[in-house]
Structures are given as C-alpha cells and as structure tokens.
C-alpha cells in the first residue's frame, strides 16, 4: 500500500500518515539511497515495513506490481509481500522494520 503525500491533508503542519489496523514494531531504522546501478532487488521477510521516500522518484514493486513513488510518499509493506525498489536517477528514503 502506498500513501502518497498529494492526497494526505496538512493541517497545522502535520501530515498524518493513517496506519490504523497495520501495527509495526521497529527493529531498525536505515536511511538508503538508490541508483540505476544500485537497485534494491525485490525480497520478502516476515516483518512489516515502511519506508518514507525523503528525495527523487523510483518504481516500488510489491508483489509483482510495479507503483511509482516519490517524495514525501509512504510505502507500506505487509509481512511476506515481496518488495524491491528501482530508479531511473537517484532517490533517498527511510526503511523502519
């Protein structure tokens, strides 16, 4: 699941991602970056995840659908749900998990 920024309302400046439902323990916390000769190759494990796109756009795969993404936006990840992402440039983000 992606929530993308664009559609999320700031008010008093915050911008509530909704993760209701989708409880998340963090074992770690990793900020990344990804280029066309570095992409992060799809892989699946039984944590959930999310990574927070900081700069640039990328192709998310999740189970096999690709989604573009880009700043600002939320990847949700579900235990089991392979996931990868790629970029045609260079993009920074945040792995929790």
Same mark, same amino acid.
Request: no cysteine; charged share 30%; proline share 11%.
């Given at each position: 699941m992606i929530l993308r920024a664009d559609d999320i309302e700031e008010v008093g400046g915050r911008? $509530?991602? %909704?993760l209701k439902g989708r409880p998340i323990t963090v074992d770690h916390f990793v900020t990344r970056f990804t280029t066309p000769d570095m992409p992060f190759g799809p892989h699946q494990h039984e944590q959930r995840e999310l990574w927070f796109i900081l700069e640039g756009k990328a192709v998310v795969?999740? %189970?096999?659908? %690709?989604? $573009?993404v880009s700043?600002? %936006?939320?990847?949700?990840?579900d235990p089991w749900v392979a996931h990868g992402l790629r970029t045609d440039s260079r993009v920074q983000w945040v792995c929790l998990g």
């Open positions: 911008r $509530p991602y %909704d795969s999740l %189970d096999g659908i %690709d989604q $573009p700043a600002r %936006d939320l990847v949700v990840i």
